[in-house]
């Protein structure tokens, strides 16, 4: 994954600095001209923020003036576009909900769906939703009809519950089902752009309202098209890994008359940066065919002594009767961001078709342990 200096470093202020000039000649742009220094040490969105604010400093006025500018910056400065559109695009909203007037909101939104196709502008559109709701998915409905992708996709990508980067919206979280006739506008929809986003958004809301998504997930699979059950199986990936009964018959996976010979481990003491390997037997015992979805589970140990479990995609597979097939898979422990290990007793299971299967122990050590 890129670092945040390859995404909002000091080139992208400098090529912020150069679009802003050629349309205000006049500003100083003094904020702006001081970013360089202060934005190193800052995460993604943090530096999306400094640079929202740093324009807002240096180009004072009302909505107008601002939309003007900005508009003129895309219609005359080279290189308008890339990762100088997410501050851009947020001192823009931030501005619309400060003016207040809804002919600023409007043409707020208009103009995110303008720029969303030099960058994005899901990560701006959040405060205009925050700000009035009801108003901005009126506006959105409409953008699922769009012949551009990018706005269709900002439709869906704008709105989710949970969408990396961004604010939260309370009153999306708070109002189950206020997204999803977006969903079904575009569940269909002829890019897979679109309908990547149509599936991490269902996926979104199945964290808080796996009912919900369950109800909507089966009406689409009543009125599908070629990509509905690949789009479907991807929305519902964190309901699948949870072990939702409902999810896994909705995918064809229903209760299956297994035998599980493991997992069984190739060392029982695992190094902090190495890894550990496990294989299992999965025996078809029943006398119908069985069509599994099998995961691993990782139960990591936590800070107080307890354990977390972590669930990992492993395979699907459809066993005859009788049939037995064999599974396996290298789980590293190398340092990584977003998980912090903890020396001591740690164990692996299976689960198949929601199932989870007798779990495996062995003890991760310390990076300093000889």
């Known amino acids: 994954m890129p670092s945040a200096d390859e995404l909002i470093g000091r080139d992208t202020v400098q090529s912020l600095i150069q679009a802003v000039q050629s349309a205000a000649p006049d500003a100083g742009l003094t904020s702006l001209r001081a970013a360089p220094q202060q934005i190193t040490p800052l995460p993604l969105r943090e530096r999306a923020d400094l640079l929202r604010d740093a324009l807002l400093a240096d180009l004072p006025g009302d909505y107008a003036a601002l939309a003007r500018t900005l508009r003129s910056a895309r219609d005359n400065a080279p290189h308008f576009s890339g990762w100088l559109i997410w501050p851009v695009t947020s001192a823009l909203a931030t501005r619309a909900v400060q003016d207040g007037s809804d002919s600023a909101f409007d043409d707020a ?76 506008a575009l569940y269909r929809d002829e890019s897979d752009y679109v309908r990547r986003s149509v599936a991490n958004h269902l996926n979104d809301l199945s964290r808080d309202h796996p009912d919900l998504v369950i109800t909507t997930a089966r009406r689409w699979l ?90 990992f995609k492993l395979t699907t597979r459809t066993l005859a009767p009788g049939e037995r097939v064999q599974v396996g898979r290298e789980h590293s422990f190398r340092p990584i961001t977003t998980r912090r290990y903890y020396p001591g007793g740690h164990a692996v299971s299976l689960q198949i078709n929601g199932v989870e299967s007798a779990r495996a122990d062995f003890e991760l050590t310390d990076e300093d342990t000889p």
Do not use: C
């Open 109 to 184: 939104m208009t103009l995110l769906a303008d720029l969303t196709g030099r960058l994005t502008s899901e990560f701006a559109i959040r405060t205009l939703l925050r700000h009035d709701l009801d108003r901005a998915l009126g506006i959105i409905s409409g953008w699922t009809g769009s012949v551009d992708a990018d706005v269709r996709r900002l439709a869906s990508e704008g709105t989710r519950p949970y969408l990396p980067w961004s604010v939260r919206v309370p009153d999306i979280l708070a109002r189950p089902g206020a997204t999803v006739p977006l969903l079904d």
């Open 222 to 311: 009543d009125d599908p098209d070629t990509a509905t059950e690949r789009l479907v199986r991807h929305g519902l990936r964190t309901l699948v890994k949870r072990g939702h009964p409902e999810a896994l018959t909705l995918l064809g996976f229903g209760p299956a008359a297994v035998e599980v010979d493991g997992p069984h481990l190739d060392r029982r003491t695992v190094p902090f940066g190495g890894s550990v390997r496990f294989t299992a037997s999965i025996h078809n015992t029943g006398d119908a065919q069985a069509r599994l979805t099998i995961d691993y589970i990782v139960h990591h140990r936590k800070a107080n002594g307890g354990r977390t479990g972590k669930t």
